[in-house]
């Protein structure tokens, strides 16, 4: 289908969170690099990102990976709760500091990006920034407040970085370790979305599509109860395999007395809340890449798909075991049993997207799934701008 050509349509983007010492959502670092050059300028770039950004969006770190673009970001009106990264190198000729000083005047937020190892002792310019300090497993610090650091590799190492050494907050997470902790037992539910459901469960006002909004932040909370409604224990007399469908038939009051018999057994760990987020942003992603106007039960199931797609890691078992106990939809099983099916390619792109090692790849992924890049860029921005407040009720309206 023929549509009308933008500057996001000329550029690849990706996605790195960044979480502060509360393991919460502290902002993100946005991979911009240009696949067309000639039809990319930072200035409509900046709008096109920048356009009608929301008050409590999370900061956007933002990295333009093509030096033209970068340099041309520093003469143009910065967007409002954003930071620039800046190479190190940069901040050492006469004539580029020049120019970031005057970007600096202009209002431009920067932040010098480079090896710690490099900057470590080196005198700091005259020009007000933070640090973005990429580290390696050899480096060791002892105290760097209010800096921004990436590279940790280890739950070590980051709980040192951000409880000990006071950065202000860590690029990434290291999901895999933080899950290896926990591989001799399932995971259990995550206690802030349990505590969510329950405040608003004997609240009138609480309408079904806001209650499936609130559980469906946890994966694991999403498959209990799908299995739950469809045990012979529950008697169910057809099969469920619609989260929303399977909260209509428990009811609030008894989802609300079931989630009271689950906590005792919820263990808290702080460092599983980025990992979850994670995933909850990921599967926001998904949702997003349908199009703009999709009926709000077709939403609902992507975002369940992709969320489902991540339970191996919580559960530590093979997601075809633990896909065989649910009645799900043929086109949710394709995309996660078989990678293909409508739903698999969004999957497939919103996983790309968090993963920015693949950006020169994305125009080819893109194309393969027919996805425009404007389409995932546009998509992506969505799903930034109400990272925060994703949960409220409100939020997913007012990004459609």
């Known amino acids: 289908m023929l549509h009308a050509h933008t500057v996001l349509d000329s550029v690849a983007m990706a996605y790195v969170p960044l979480w502060n010492r509360a393991r919460e959502l502290a902002g ?24 009608d950004w929301p008050e409590g969006a999370p900061p956007l770190l933002l990295s333009l990976q093509t030096p033209r673009l970068l340099q041309q970001a520093l003469s143009c009106p910065p967007i409002r709760n954003t930071w620039l990264e800046v190479p190190a190198s940069m901040f050492e000729g006469q004539e580029t500091l020049s120019r970031l000083s005057i970007a600096q005047r202009r209002g431009h937020q920067l932040v010098r990006s480079g090896a710690y190892a490099d900057l470590r002792g080196r005198a700091t310019p ?35 970085a951000l409880d000990e050494a006071n950065v202000a907050a860590v690029l ?20 802030r979305v349990v505590d969510q459901v329950l405040s608003v469960i004997d609240d009138e006002e609480c309408s079904i599509e806001y209650l499936e909004r609130l559980v469906r932040q946890d994966p694991v909370l999403v498959y209990r109860i799908l299995t739950l409604v469809n045990s ?13 469908h399977a909260l209509m038939m428990l009811g609030f009051r008894e989802l609300g007395r079931w989630l009271v018999e689950q906590l005792p057994g919820i263990e808290p760990d702080a460092d599983l809340q980025p990992v979850r987020y994670a995933m909850v942003m ?18 609902a199931e992507v975002y369940t798909t992709a969320a489902l797609a991540q339970l191996d890691h919580l559960l530590h078992q093979p997601l075809a075991d633990l896909l065989h106990r649910l009645p799900l939809a043929a086109r949710m099983t394709d995309a996660l049993l078989r990678r293909s099916g409508p739903y698999f390619s969004l999957l497939d792109v919103a996983k790309a997207m968090g993963e920015p090692e693949r950006i020169e790849r994305m125009e080819t992924l893109c194309r393969r799934h027919e996805i425009t890049l404007d389409q995932a860029n546009r998509a992506l921005l969505r799903m930034v701008a109400t990272s925060r407040d994703h949960s409220s009720r409100r939020s997913e309206r007012l990004m459609h």
């Open 232 to 244: 012979a224990a529950y008697g169910a007399h057809r099969e469920i395999g619609s989260l929303r």
């Open 28 to 51: 993100v670092r946005l991979c911009v690099r240009a696949i067309h050059p000639e039809g990319v300028d930072a200035n409509h770039l900046l709008q096109a990102i920048g356009e």
């Open 126 to 160: 005259g020009i007000d920034h933070r640090n973005l300090l990429q580290m390696t497993e050899a480096d060791h610090f002892a105290s760097l407040p209010g800096q921004l650091v990436d590279g940790l590799v280890n739950q070590t190492a980051v709980r040192h």
């Open 172 to 191: 990434g997470w290291p999901s895999a370790d933080v899950l290896r902790g926990h591989r001799n037992t399932p995971l259990q539910y995550d206690r």
């Open 282 to 299: 990921r599967s926001r992603l998904a949702q997003h890449l349908l199009a703009s106007g999709s009926d709000d039960l077709l939403r």
